[in-house]
């Protein structure tokens, strides 16, 4: 079973347009982040969220908006795309912000 | 600014060598350190974690080992195959502060058959 999906793995769109990225967690753990990760490889924190504190990167525009129905989920919402924003966007989660993070797949985002 | 970064962006290893991944960090305030494996078209894989206390810690084929003194932190991969082939991250968590890893900038090892 995946420990950590996220859909869709690829996504092209067109810039000015919204989209939506989904993550799920099986592993019960309690905070979530979103990374995401340039064609260099540099992995950046964006947010990290569980259901007491939102701690945003204050270099993240604020097109970007995590968005969390429950626990197990941590959606990214990107408004107003841009052709800067092509990355692949990792969501990870862990039992508690101290512990170890696991990944998932990553969402290719590609804005043309 | 303090940064985590490594020395050597691609390394090539033949199959069964020994493998030596270098990490310089720059802030002392940094406790907890991890290494991080991603193989293409997968998301970054834990490997092993050492905190400030250690200098060394071993894990299967790996060891990790934290020099303080010089903000240097190593991954060696003995006896290196081919499916060690990937990216490789350091991380460093600064004690106190917001418990988020910093990555660096990754090495690319590339293990020949």
């Known amino acids: 079973d995946t420990a950590v999906s996220q859909t869709p793995k690829y996504l092209v769109t067109q810039m000015g347009n919204d989209k939506s990225i989904k993550c799920e967690q099986n592993l019960g753990h309690d905070t979530m982040y979103w990374y995401k990760q340039d064609s260099k490889k540099f992995l950046k924190i964006m947010f990290s969220y569980n259901n007491k504190e939102l701690i945003i990167n204050e270099t993240v525009p604020n097109r970007f908006s995590p968005k969390s129905p429950d626990k197990a989920h941590l959606n990214l919402h990107i408004n107003s795309l841009e052709l800067g924003d092509s990355a692949v966007y990792f969501c990870?989660?862990?039992?508690?912000?101290?512990?170890?993070?696991?990944f998932g797949p990553g969402t290719r985002l590609l804005v043309l | 600014g303090e940064s985590v970064g490594l020395h050597l962006p691609t390394l090539s290893v033949q199959e069964g060598d020994n493998s030596i991944i270098n990490c310089a960090y720059s802030?002392?305030?940094?406790?907890?350190f991890i290494w991080y494996k991603q193989e293409s078209g997968k998301g970054p894989q834990f490997i092993i974690d050492?905190?400030?206390?250690?200098d060394k810690r071993q894990g299967q084929r790996v060891t990790v080992l934290l020099n303080k003194t010089v903000k240097h932190l190593s991954l060696q991969i003995a006896a290196t195959q081919p499916g060690d082939s990937a990216v490789y991250f350091c991380?460093?968590?600064?004690?106190?502060?917001?418990?988020?890893?910093?990555f660096g900038r990754g090495t690319s090892l590339i293990v020949h058959p």
């Open positions: 991380a460093e968590r600064r004690a106190g502060g917001s418990y988020i890893p910093t």
């Open positions: 050492i905190r400030s206390n250690m």
């Open positions: 990870a989660s862990s039992q508690s912000r101290a512990e170890t993070q696991y």
């Open positions: 802030n002392s305030a940094s406790d907890y």
